[in-house]
């Protein structure tokens, strides 16, 4: 996406992958191919594929510069984690970006992950001499307790596939001394702030930015695909609680439509950022160009 200005905050992303990915009917359990057929018909193009029958995804980290700190929010896959096809991303197009952005890993003063997925804390941790460490010496991370609590009991239990995001992503950042274990009311400062939309997981957060009357929106994976605008109840497979994923994205849809402020969901694709139009008791995703 291109650089975006918010009053004083400049916001950017790192690219990881993008491209056509899912198809729409392995995403979607209440996928319905005539509803999907017309809402694809009047979306914008770059969010589907049409000769692969693909959405378009992408994984990307957002960049946030505020005038007092540099932060990174959610950090893809990462590298040397070992996950199985297709999760075994090439690193060098994130490092690529980060370099590009003009940022070096001493120099970023916050971590915030909407959520403890795979593709949202890998490069939270790097392996230094057989060990993961911290890959921002200077950072604080910013985990919801109740989500890193989840999921350390989920590790403990086994059932964290596909294995161990939690021991090589999260529990070294806590053991290094470098988290900050928050609740759905954390503020970093008047411009960063959380938003709780659980369901995806059980406690994803949005994360706020409000810079001299502007508000733009990470949403991490409140939603997926902008067909999620169209169709608030389609969860997707990956969501820990359907029901629970549906409502956090209604309301979050209907506490932003029609208004100003700028989304940034971490899976659409360049362009990137939209808005939320109202539409009946739908919505309907616009990027801003
Ligand atoms: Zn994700």
Not at 87 to 116: E, N, Q, R
Not at 174 to 202: C, F, K, M, N, R
Request: aromatic residues 10%; charged residues 25%; negative net charge.
């Amino acid at each position: 996406m291109r650089t975006l200005r918010i009053g004083d905050v400049e916001i950017t992303s790192i690219i990881e992958r993008d491209g056509p990915w899912r198809k729409p009917e392995s995403m979607f359990p209440a996928y319905d191919a005539a509803v999907a057929a017309e809402h694809l018909r009047t979306m914008e193009p770059e969010v589907f594929d049409p000769e692969s029958g693909r959405m378009v995804i992408t994984y990307q980290t957002f960049v946030v510069r505020t005038p007092k700190h540099t932060i990174l929010v959610d950090t893809c896959t990462g590298e040397d984690k070992g996950y199985p096809a297709p999760m075994d991303f090439d690193k060098t197009p994130w490092l690529a970006g980060f370099k590009a952005a003009g940022l070096s890993f001493d120099k970023i003063d916050y971590v915030f992950c909407t959520h403890l997925h795979i593709d949202h804390c890998g490069w939270n941790t790097v392996l230094r001499d057989g060990r993961w460490v911290p890959t921002f010496p200077n950072a604080k991370y910013v985990f919801h307790k109740r989500e890193y609590d989840y999921w350390e009991a989920a590790t403990k239990r086994g059932d964290n596939p596909p294995g161990q995001v939690w021991n090589m992503n999260c529990l070294p950042i806590v053991e290094a001394g470098q988290a900050l274990l928050v609740d759905d009311d954390y503020a970093l400062d008047d411009t960063i702030t959380l938003t709780p939309t659980p369901g995806h997981s059980p406690c994803h957060c949005c994360v706020n930015i409000f810079s001299k009357g502007q508000r733009a929106v990470v949403t991490g994976d409140m939603m997926h695909h902008a067909l999620q605008c169209r169709e608030p109840e389609w969860s997707t497979i990956f969501d820990i609680d359907a029901k629970q994923a549906a409502a956090s994205r209604r309301g979050f849809l209907s506490s932003v439509a029609e208004t100003d402020t700028l989304i940034l969901p971490i899976h659409f694709p360049t362009p990137t950022v939209g808005r939320i139009k109202a539409d009946g008791d739908r919505f309907d995703w616009r990027y801003v160009r």
